[in-house]
């Protein structure tokens, strides 16, 4: 879930250099509506970060420890399953992508079974529809 994923970055990098954070949907060409149902996006969490403060690669560090890149399918997190819970790591631009491949290298090397976690360019985003946005707000 994209609300709970943006919360551990808030309680990890809070006064860290995390300025700002969107929940949203990425990964996927279409328009929104193009992007519904079994080819639909995946939910994600969009950062914005002081690059002096806090580097890309510590970001993925957090991610590899929290999300299991091993999962026996990529369409899951934990219960979820489907396309929207895809485990991926969207980048912006190749040195992110190239970034984000050495990490998930450096990883695999620590892993006894195969990782599944995708790397692919962000592509549109959608941002969350309000009812989510706003119990992110309450919360």
């Known amino acids: 879930c994209f609300r709970v994923l943006h919360n551990h970055f808030w309680?990890?990098?809070?006064?860290?250099?995390?300025?700002?954070?969107?929940?949203?949907?990425?990964?996927?060409?279409?328009?929104?509506?193009?992007c519904t149902g079994i080819h639909g996006p995946s939910k994600?969490?969009?950062?914005?970060?002081?690059?002096?403060?806090?580097?890309?690669?510590?970001i993925l560090e957090f991610i590899f420890c929290w999300h299991d890149p091993t999962y026996t399918t990529a369409n899951r997190h934990g219960p979820d399953m489907g396309n929207?819970?895809?485990?991926?790591?969207?980048?912006?631009?190749?040195?992110?992508e190239e970034k984000a491949k050495e990490t998930r290298d450096l990883v695999q090397k620590l892993c006894k079974s195969p990782m599944t976690t995708q790397i692919i360019p962000v592509g549109q985003?959608?941002?969350?529809?309000?009812?989510h946005q706003l119990y992110?707000?309450?919360s």
């Open 11 to 34: 309680d990890e990098f809070d006064g860290k250099g995390l300025i700002d954070t969107r929940i949203g949907y990425c990964g996927c060409d279409m328009d929104y509506q193009g």
């Open 44 to 58: 994600s969490v969009q950062l914005l970060y002081d690059p002096e403060k806090i580097e890309y690669g510590q």
């Open 84 to 96: 929207s819970y895809r485990g991926a790591i969207f980048t912006h631009g190749p040195r992110q």
């Open 125 to 131: 985003w959608f941002d969350v529809e309000e009812y």
């Open 136 to 138: 992110l707000n309450q």
